[in-house]
């Protein structure tokens, strides 16, 4: 049986730097962002705690082709993806964990 997974996108609080991420358990992976489980990572140095964009696959391997996808784009398009599904870039945290 395949597992579903998404790509995600975390940012800091002045929208400076965009990290692309995939997870199989969105509201698991995010967590573990905000509260700076791993010390090291490039989130946690960057402080970059704020969900601003998602999309869902049935697959983790889609989600993971999108990821590629995303990460080879231009910064631009990007922002353009979040401006379009996020336009006031607010932390979905708090609403994907109460509509999921």
Request: glycine share 4%.
């Amino acid at each position: 049986m395949e597992k579903g997974g998404c790509v995600y996108f975390m940012t800091n609080t002045h929208n400076t730097t965009i990290y692309i991420g995939v997870a199989s358990n969105l509201i698991k992976r995010v967590y573990k962002h905000k509260t700076g489980v791993h010390k090291n990572s490039f989130t946690a140095r960057y402080n970059l705690t704020k969900l601003v964009y998602y999309e869902i696959f049935h697959s983790i391997e889609e989600a993971i082709d999108r990821e590629k996808q995303l990460k080879a784009g231009s910064r631009k398009k990007k922002i353009e993806l979040v401006n379009r599904f996020n336009p006031e870039w607010k932390d979905l945290y708090e609403q994907i964990c109460r509509e999921w």
